[in-house]
């Protein structure tokens, strides 16, 4: 066999507009966020030269007069040292906007400091504007974009913030602008179609304008990226450390539109309706969200839907092997991925998934964490700017799962192992025996079982119709043995691929005495409408036998629903206290209860 050709699509460049909100402390007529703006355009500081030795340039758009984008112009982000060096111009030049801005009589801030007559002119977006080289690869980059509008807008979501905390929701800057509308479907991005969908824009949204819609395909005034497919999805983030984790996902986009364009492929056309939708949801409720999957054939027919967290962890699961061709490290992946991993697999809640809620945890922290003074003060700071303040705060919160979640996005940034085909190793195929009681597949066994979620990228249905087949033999069903046999490492991965979502986990105080009390009738009650819950025990370590004690006299759950043991351990508390942690997955097998 000859290799003919061999291909490996590299990124582009990409410009970055960094945006943030001017504001003014004791404005008056004359002297407001727009004048100051205005001031610093007609005489703008002079900032450090970027990579491609030219310097970034301050900028401004007429429609959010009180809002400076601080330009990178076209950058490489190919490796991370390139990436690591955009990084630092770009928190350079924020420190320097910062200082100059101050020297005029206002402070730079995160955009949506709301204590002002009006926020909304400072309401602005990080512009992401990506290279393309031909027509074909702008259709299919632009499509592709338009797929995730939802979750693109759900992880980056910013909201108005002030002396009281974090106002709750999605974009506020999203949620308030008439002149920003969803994204079309491009057939073609000949100029004759491009002004088909302009007409259709003016039509339709009274917006005549292609650079309207969340993804530009010819750029944006605002970012002088004319050429470019320009992102408007991204609201302005306060740290430079999470615009560049955007940029870095903006790389992986355009590559995977690249490799597609290559293969001669086209991006699905989703129903406008359903683009629509899921960007209204996001827009409200963030990573709350719950977005339609498809749109139902049958009014009678209920929606398929999913969280937003899962959608973001669907995106980033399939985007990884162009971060890994980008050489994408832990550092930079850990603001855009691990909050969301730990929110929607871990026992605990609580964690940091984006900048809203760090901007919480400050304020929960520290009353007077979002003063102006002080945020001013941190974008004045380039070390403040480039650092991972979100893996910090979940760093100290929660440890063990952070530390663990470290590890298992280093593994997942290294090629996985392909599956196992026995057809190709010229081994038969197994076909399971059948119980000659009900004609299906006999139930798996636990290792079966271990090994099957072990799989990379199983879907959430996969996971849990394992499980049921697993919760199908008779008997107690008990993982913490089999788990253990696995390794430390490899057993923490498999509890996070089997614990079901936040929502559907049940925080229990102490051993119930039935399944009539109400944290267990709370977790059945999960269980019948979502197919499976979680029940967590927080305790010190001697009492853990007093709830495996309390599951056994309890006997089988009620509604055809069983129970599987899958956590019984112990871990040192602070001042050297043991404490234990019991978890128990409560599945509806499907099956009629015996009792």
């Not at 139902?296 to 398929?304: G, T």
């Not at 998934?353 to 002080?374: G, I, K, M, S, V």
């Not at 089988?556 to 001042?575: H, M």
Request: charged share 25%; aromatic share 4%.
């Amino acid at each position: 066999m000859t290799l003919v050709a061999l291909y490996r699509s590299a990124p582009l460049r990409q410009r970055i507009a960094k945006g943030y909100s001017v504001y003014v402390p004791d404005a008056g007529p004359g002297r407001g966020a727009a004048d100051l703006v205005a001031t610093l355009l007609a005489r703008p500081p002079l900032l450090p030269d970027g990579p491609s030795g030219q310097p970034c340039v301050l900028r401004a758009g007429p429609r959010t007069r009180g809002a400076v984008w601080i330009d990178t112009g076209r950058v490489s982000l190919h490796d991370p040292v390139a990436r690591a060096r955009v990084a630092r111009v770009l928190a350079l030049s924020v420190a320097q906007v910062s200082a100059e801005v101050r020297h005029h009589g206002g402070l730079l801030l995160p955009t949506g400091w709301q204590q002002q007559a009006d926020p909304f002119p400072g309401l602005c977006a990080d512009l992401h504007s990506a290279e393309v080289l031909s027509p074909v690869q702008r259709e299919v980059f632009a499509n592709l974009v338009r797929e995730h509008t939802g979750p693109l807008i759900a992880l980056s979501g910013r909201q108005v913030y002030g002396p009281g905390g974090v106002a709750p929701g999605g974009s506020a800057r999203l949620s308030r602008t008439f002149g920003q509308v969803s994204a079309r479907y491009l057939d073609s991005c000949a100029p004759e179609h491009l002004d088909r969908v302009r007409v259709r824009l003016l039509q339709e949204e009274r917006v005549g304008r292609l650079d309207a819609m969340d993804v530009s395909p010819l750029g944006a005034p605002e970012a002088n990226a004319d050429g470019d497919v320009t992102l408007r999805l991204f609201d302005a983030q306060a740290t430079v450390a999470c615009t560049m984790a955007h940029a870095l996902l903006v790389q992986a986009l355009s590559m995977w539109a690249r490799d597609l364009e290559r293969t001669g492929q086209r991006t699905r056309q989703v129903p406008q309706l359903l683009v629509e939708q899921n960007r209204a949801r996001a827009v409200a409720r963030g990573l709350a969200a719950e977005f339609r999957v498809d749109l139902p054939r049958r009014s009678q027919e209920p929606p398929r839907t999913q969280s937003a967290g899962r959608a973001v962890r669907a995106l980033l699961s399939g985007l990884m092997p162009h971060l890994r061709q980008l050489d994408a490290t832990v550092d930079e992946l850990a603001p855009l991925f691990l909050g969301v991993e730990l929110a929607e697999t871990a026992a605990a809640s609580g964690f940091v998934r984006n900048e809203d809620d760090l901007l919480t945890q400050w304020h929960e922290a520290d009353r007077a964490a979002l003063d102006p003074e002080r945020l001013a003060q941190g974008l004045a700071t380039p070390d403040w700017l480039t650092a991972d303040h979100i893996g910090s705060v979940n760093m100290n919160r929660f440890p063990g799962s952070w530390t663990t979640a470290r590890i298992w996005l280093g593994e997942r940034l290294t090629e996985p192992a392909p599956r196992t085909d026995r057809k190709r190793c010229g081994q038969p195929v197994r076909k399971p025996e059948s119980s000659r009681e009900s004609g299906r597949p006999a139930p798996l066994s636990a290792d079966q079982l271990l090994g099957r979620i072990a799989e990379p990228d199983l879907a959430t249905a996969e996971i849990l119709d394992a499980l049921r087949s697993y919760c199908r033999a008779e008997g107690t069903l008990d993982l913490t043995r089999p788990l253990r046999s696995r390794g430390r490492d490899e057993a923490r991965t498999l509890r996070r691929v089997l614990r079901p979502r936040a929502e559907q986990r049940v925080r229990c105080g102490k051993p119930p005495a039935s399944w009539e009390d109400a944290t267990a009738a709370r977790a059945l009650r999960v269980a019948a409408e979502r197919g499976i819950a979680l029940m967590h025990w927080d305790l010190p370590a001697q009492d853990r036998t007093l709830v495996r004690a309390a599951l056994r006299r309890m006997g089988r759950a009620p509604g055809g629903v069983r129970s599987v043991l899958l956590t019984d351990a112990t871990y040192t508390a602070r001042e050297n206290e043991r404490r234990g942690t019991v978890e128990v997955l409560l599945v509806v097998s499907g099956e009629e209860s015996d009792g």
